[in-house]
Structures are given as C-alpha cells and as structure tokens.
C-alpha cells in the first residue's frame, strides 16, 4: 500500500481539464511545501512535471499546474492532449525515517 | 545537457547481490544529490534512499535498511546502487534521479534487475 493516494484512473476529452488528487498527511503533503508530480509513459522513465506543490521546471507545458489545501495536493491539466496520456505520480518529502514518499499512481486515459 | 545513463540489465539468483551504476554528465555531479527509486512489474514508484556527491552522506528507506548501499565515484561522476540478499520481490525496474532540493529532476533510463533461480 502506497504512502499517499491517488486515483487510480482518469479519463478526459481532448481540450478538457482534469485533475487528479494526491491524499496524505500531517507528515508529508500537509506538512510541507515538497510535492512534486511525475508523468511516465509506458517503458519510460519518470519526467517532473511539478516541483514544490505549484512550480513547473522550465520546458514543461503551462497546461500543468499544481496546488495544496491541508493533506491533499491537486495536479490539474488544462486542454488535454493526446501526449497527455501517461501515468502521473505524486512525490512529497516526509517526516518519517524513509524520507520520500510516491503515490499509487493515476492512469490518465485521453478519450 | 544533464544526462544519467545507468548500466545494463542484470538477471540474479535469490540470496545474491547486485551493483547498478549510474553515470552523470552535463553538470558538476558534486553539486547535487543522486537518489534511487525501483518500480516492480506493473507497480509504483518506491523510493530506495539517495546519496550526496557532495560528502557522500546516506539516507535509506527503512525497509531497505540493512541491504542498500549507496555509494559515489567523483572521479568519473559516477553513483552506484548495492543491493543484497536479493529475493524475487526485488525484481524491477531501478532508476537513478538527480536530486534537486525536494524533487528529482532528470532520470536515468532504468536498468532492469530480474531476481530469479
């Protein structure tokens, strides 16, 4: 079982907007400003999308932004594409001794 | 540009050790961390630990503890991943990342270990 959780899918139209949550708790998303989103399609390695709850590394599309209320952090993506379809993970640093944490992951299926 | 290119695919037996490297060009590999993160068949991501190439201090996840070590050659910018007492739920993908503040920013291509007798 995952640290934090994330739907396990989603699904949208090109051109629309989704989101996607990621829940944990006091002692990682709640607690600090460290989350980070990943896209990974399949046989790829991961790639930042957003670093620190709402940053976006430069080259990244602004379709993707990120936002934080109490335990949960939101990753949403504005005008789907068809290149948006990957999986998308959620990354925040923890309190505890394993000190980063990931999602199970959401599916992300453009119709 | 940044690039981490890890080590090719290793097939083991149960009980063994196997060692991936993960060499680093395009920036001064002493200014940030190295972490590891494996993804089982089908799975999620796990963070594994990471390592600085600054001092070469370590942080592992606990449930690693013990059978992880991390380690780092300035001289060729190159961080290497130990991992022993291997058992068939150790089989999966690893993966190199530079460690930038609170993120992982670039990724190595992965290197496939297969735990199998």
């Known amino acids: 079982q995952s640290a934090l959780t994330q739907p396990a899918s989603v699904s949208g139209s090109p051109g629309q907007s989704i989101t996607i949550s990621c829940t944990g708790t006091s002692s990682d998303v709640g607690g600090y400003n460290y989350v980070s989103w990943y896209q990974q399609h399949p046989g790829k390695a991961p790639k930042l999308m957003i670093y620190e709850v709402s940053n976006r590394p430069s080259g990244v599309s602004n379709r993707f932004s990120g936002s934080k209320s109490g335990n949960t952090a939101s990753l949403t993506i504005s005008g789907l594409q068809a290149e948006d379809e990957a999986d998308y993970y959620c990354s925040s640093y923890t309190s505890s001794s394993t000190l980063w944490v990931f999602g199970g992951g959401t599916k992300l299926t453009v119709l | 540009q940044v690039q981490l290119v890890q080590s090719g695919a290793e097939v083991k037996k149960p009980g063994a050790s196997v060692k991936v490297s993960c060499k680093a060009s395009g920036y001064t590999f002493t200014s940030y961390g190295i972490s590891w993160v494996r993804q089982a068949p089908g799975q999620g991501l796990e963070w594994m630990g990471w390592?600085?190439?600054?001092?070469?201090?370590?942080n592992y996840a606990q449930k690693l503890q013990g059978r992880v070590t991390m380690t780092t050659d300035t001289s060729t910018s190159t961080a290497y991943m130990e991992l022993r007492s291997l058992r068939s739920d150790d089989t999966a993908v690893y993966y190199c990342?530079?460690?930038?503040?609170?993120?992982?920013?670039?990724w190595g291509q992965g290197t496939l270990v297969t735990v199998s007798s």
């Open positions: 990342a530079r460690k930038r503040g609170y993120s992982f920013d670039y």
């Open positions: 390592i600085s190439a600054y001092n070469g201090n370590t």
